[in-house]
Nanobody
Framework: QVQLVESGGGLVEAGGSLRVSCAASGGTFIRYIMGWFCQAPGKEREFVAG????????NYVDFVKGRFAISRDNAKNTVYLQMNTLKPEDTAVYYCAAAGLYTASYSMKNVEDYDYWGQGTQVTVSS
């Protein structure tokens, strides 16, 4: 069973950048598909980005394509989300998630596809 801890959130002005990190422990990190989700107040949690076990393949929701980049360092058991050209509508709590089934894919976008979740980190973008 893997434990996930996010860090790196904060307050940033529109147009700025931020990188959030998610450190994993308690499992064999490379076995897990990793994903980032976000949840704004009053909204459901939604998929942002996913990455394959090796890190060679990624998937993004349309509204972050070209602005956000997911990556992972399997030696450090960490997944990252680099967020550029941030907009006020990106304001949300950002969660990392891990999927351990051998059939899991980096293209999975549903909350129920992921087995483990971090506690989330707040990202606030001011206008």
């Amino acid at each position: 069973q893997v434990q996930l801890v996010e860090s790196g959130g904060g307050l940033v002005e529109a147009g700025g950048s931020l990188r959030v990190s998610c450190a994993a422990s308690g499992g064999t990190f490379i076995r897990y598909i990793m994903g980032w989700f976000c949840q704004a107040p009053g909204k459901e949690r939604e998929f942002v980005a996913g990455i394959s076990r090796s890190g060679s393949s990624t998937n993004y929701v349309d509204f972050v394509k070209g602005r956000f980049a997911i990556s992972r360092d399997n030696a450090k058991n960490t997944v990252y989300l680099q967020m550029n050209t941030l907009k006020p509508e990106d304001t949300a709590v950002y969660y990392c998630a891990a999927a351990g089934l051998y059939t899991a894919s980096y293209s999975m976008k549903n909350v129920e596809d992921y087995d483990y979740w971090g506690q989330g980190t707040q990202v606030t973008v001011s206008s």
